[in-house]
């Protein structure tokens, strides 16, 4: 019994060292493992950083280009709106500068025409009381036979007739004598001249010419001497 016993304890034993030995070889390939899983977690936590590393890139790249578009958006729509309100105070300002020009028109058409019915009133108002005076004539000659107050009488008007047409502006052109000017003297005739100093100087007025404020109103019909 005893001797069994002894056996028992020795295997008992060897089966403790067997283990003993066993244990420190498994160790450090349970060790090994570990760190293979380490690693490779490491990889994966690695290539998903890298990979959301690149998906956040790739957004701020597009949030980037969306943001410059609608930048780009923002200020074309306000420069349309600029341009909008320039050209409606543009088109607001040609209205108003149509409209006083029109006006304008309008008034200096209507002064035209006031100046044209008081410069005939003024000429109708001075000719009145010339006609005054040839009625006047008329009547007192019915009565008289005196020719020479009749002729003083004519004078009397006629110089009368000639201050209100001075006063008007009106003046007689000068032709008689004078060397023949188209701006002034139309030539009805020619005639040979008596002498040289005749040559091209007006011989005869056959109707005389007048200006009205240095504008000719009726050019003098004369005759040339050639």
């Known amino acids: 019994m005893k001797k069994t016993n002894h056996n028992e304890e020795e295997l008992t034993d060897n ?15 349970e060790e090994s493992v570990n760190k293979k899983i380490e690693i490779t ?30 930048g780009k958006e923002k200020k074309l729509k306000e420069e349309v709106e600029k341009l909008t309100l320039e050209k ?10 149509f409209s006083e020009f029109d006006n304008y028109k309008k008034r200096t058409n209507k002064e035209k025409i006031d100046i044209i019915n008081t410069a005939s009133e003024k000429v ?5 009381p010339i006609i005054d005076d040839f009625e006047r004539a008329i009547e007192y ?4 036979g005196e020719i020479e107050v009749v002729k ?15 006063r008007m502006g009106v003046a ?3 032709a008689q004598d004078q060397i023949f000017d188209t701006d002034y003297h139309e030539a009805v005739t020619h005639f ?8 091209g100087k007006v011989m005869d007025v056959v109707e005389k010419g007048y200006t009205l404020n240095d504008k000719v109103i009726r050019f003098s019909k004369v005759v040339v001497a050639n």
């Not at 089966?15 to 390939?29: D, V």
């Not at 950083?49 to 701020?60: A, L, R, V, W, Y």
């Not at 040979?192 to 040559?199: E, F, L, R, V, Y």
């Open 15 to 29: 089966l403790n060292n067997h283990n003993e030995e066993e244990n420190p070889a498994t160790e450090p390939k």
């Open 41 to 70: 977690e490491g990889e994966e936590k690695e290539e998903k950083e890298e990979k959301e590393e690149k998906e956040e890139k790739k957004e701020k790249k597009a949030d980037s280009f969306f943001s410059k578009r609608g």
């Open 88 to 97: 409606e105070e543009l088109n607001d300002k040609f209205l108003r500068l």
């Open 124 to 128: 109708i108002l001075g000719l009145l």
């Open 141 to 144: 000659n019915k009565e008289t």
């Open 152 to 166: 003083e009488g004519f004078e009397l008007i006629y110089n009368k007739l000639s201050a209100l047409m001075k």
């Open 172 to 174: 007689e052109i000068a």
């Open 192 to 199: 040979p001249a008596t002498s040289d100093d005749q040559k």
